[in-house]
């Protein structure tokens, strides 16, 4: 069982450069969602889409981009990398939202900008 | 807006004791609550969750009680064991909001 899959693991960017996270789920799910860990911060929206060709932006987005053209995809672009960005990053997803919104994350990417 | 405070953490137990993590939130409309445990170096994982008041969720050995006149949802395990150690975020998300909110998330460590 798949379920939720992200790459890379591990990156190292330097400030400036640019990056797509890759996000690929097989569960069919309509949701998927792009969060950013901090230490003692807990999980903070950056995107998420309801959709095939539908995105939003979440409490983060400065500095991302997203696109979903297809149900299984969801990337994550970072185009100028800034130190701020240092963070792991989950990609998740579910079938539907509120008392249904059980949510599978990836096993996360954790990026350091230097 | 919707939002979840989390006890601070990091929690430090001796196996076999009983635990408590405090989750209290603030919501508009009908939230339903989750915890979700993330264990080192893995993505978050559902532990249980509650959609309406008065309910209590329950797996593992944990349970929460979702209490709507006390805004609360705190976790609860009456004997921790070592394979317990994993950071447990409180979660709530309400059906006219499309995002999840998450609390910061409490580090607990059982020691044998």
């Known amino acids: 069982n798949a379920g939720v899959t992200q790459t890379p693991k591990f990156r190292i960017l330097k400030i400036g450069q640019s990056m797509t996270l890759q996000c690929t789920q097989d569960m069919n799910h309509n949701y998927m969602y792009w969060y950013r860990q901090d230490p003692g911060m807990g999980l903070k929206l950056i995107y998420y889409s309801v959709g095939a060709g539908i995105t939003d932006k979440g409490e983060v987005p400065n500095g991302y981009n997203v696109s979903r053209s297809t149900t299984e995809d969801f990337p994550l672009r970072l185009e100028l990398a800034a130190p701020s960005q240092t963070s792991v990053y989950f990609c998740?997803?579910?079938?539907?939202?509120?008392?249904?919104?059980?949510?599978?994350f990836g096993q996360g990417t954790r990026l350091t900008v230097v | 807006g919707n939002s979840v405070t989390q006890m601070e953490g990091p929690v430090t137990l001796s196996e076999e004791a009983f635990l408590t993590i405090n989750c209290t939130y603030t919501?508009?409309?009908?939230?339903?609550l989750f915890w979700y445990v993330q264990y080192p170096g893995e993505g978050l994982q559902l532990l249980l969750k509650?959609?309406?008041?008065?309910d209590k969720g329950s797996n593992k050995g944990f349970e929460a009680t979702y209490r709507k006149e006390t805004t609360s949802f705190h976790l609860e395990k009456g004997s921790v064991q070592v394979s317990d150690s994993a950071v447990y975020f409180c979660?709530?998300?309400?059906?006219?909001?499309?995002?999840?909110?998450f609390g910061a998330g409490t580090r607990l460590t059982v020691k044998p």
């Open positions: 998740a997803s579910s079938r539907d939202r509120g008392s249904n919104t059980e949510a599978f």
């Open positions: 979660a709530l998300t309400t059906y006219n909001n499309n995002d999840m909110r």
């Open positions: 919501a508009t409309g009908y939230p339903s």
């Open positions: 509650a959609t309406k008041a008065d």
